[in-house]
């Protein structure tokens, strides 16, 4: 069988393109896949995407909005991201990323009165794998965080129903699953209204390293205050990181290139002023050619002449009257340096971080999100004496961020993909 060696078999999946090894005898094998390297960056995208609490339909809106062409050459959908689970669909559910081909998932069979092949799933386990470890894309942690991702997505399914509430509906938070109590250790959730407390409490769970005792935490906390306290240290640490001085260097860059490309008035002119002087010794040409052949003189090309006259006239005026072109260049190359200068870039941040807190923009919050889950590891959240607010440990990862860059090249990309973006946010601001 096909697959027992390695090959898949069944349609080509997003991520892989058909491989051009051949066997002995010169042919092409077939069934066997390599990993297309671009489309795979792609498949771990939308996997670290959901495991990071990103629905799947954000995540094809999202795909869509940055120009990724989706499976087969169309836009992205929703379900082709999230599939049915049951069936093995779909690019969160596809083994083939962690590098295993799985096969015998359904089951063929005629229907002896219409004749018809109709194909009905067999169990999950009856369904046989193989592991094909060059067609990994996905890591196995990854994975497993998509999966825990599922059980969760699962849970608020059950309840919801139960509640009557549509809680899958319910946005992913900013600090989601990154919550740990000072005291036992054990995760901070949201109970009551939109308040944050200790699980093991609100259980009542004997904690083992308490010697068998209940957490005595009791601290909560409310999302609002919880996100905020944490939304504003992260300036901060933008700052040491010289991130602002970073994006200012490469919006400034962004723009002057853009400045560069664009031809210049005087460009225009220029190349307006040559073609009218063409046109013109283009007639007086054919006046001249005319009179040696002793054809009479026409009034129309006299008159076309002396149009052409005026508008050389008046475009040489105009480029006489712009200002040296170096000087107009560096002007405006000093405007943009004011406009994206290190300061106000940190100003635009705070903005974001501003919006994102207040919820007033859900889109300011989704372009932080990443970058602020990234950024932060745990929050822990600790006991205080009596109505004092909760303690608030923020275990960052700015080393980690530091080396892979990958978070300010995020911001970076968010902040050249949107030029408009300072004036629409203050203008929001204002
Ligand atoms: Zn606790």
Known sequence: MAVSKGRASTCLAYGYRLSQQRDASGDRIR??????????????????MYADGISPRDIAHL??????????????????????KTVGTGILNNQSYI??????????RKNPDTERRTARMNDADQWVSKDVPTMRIVSDNLWARARAR??????????AKTNRLNATQRPEYLLSRMLECAECGGPYAISGKDRYSCTNRKKRLPIEALDGACCSNSKTITRHELEERVLNCIPVAF??????????QRMITHEVNLLKQSPSQRDELTAALKAT????????QQISDRAAEGRPRLAALDDQLDELEATREKLAAELNALAEPVEDFQEKVAKLKAQFNPANMEIIIRKLIFLARHNADEQAKQRLMPIVRDLIQTVVIGKTPGHQPASL????????????MEAIDVLEQQFLAAADLPLRISSRMD
């Open 63 to 84: 795909l869509n909005k940055e120009g990724i062409i989706g499976p087969r050459g169309s836009a992205w959908r929703d379900t082709a991201i999230r599939g049915a």
């Open 239 to 248: 700052y040491s990181m010289e991130i602002f001085d970073r994006i200012s």
């Open 31 to 48: 069934g066997l896949r390599d990993v297309d390297p671009a489309k795979a960056e792609i498949v771990s995208r939308i996997f670290k």
């Open 150 to 159: 599922d059980a969760e997505i699962g849970e608020l399914y059950q309840s």
């Open 393 to 404: 440990q923020v275990h960052s990862s700015i080393a980690n961020i530091m080396a892979s």
């Open 99 to 108: 590098g295993r081909i799985v096969w015998n998932k359904r089951e063929y």
């Open 277 to 284: 002087t063409q046109r013109q010794n283009s007639i007086i």
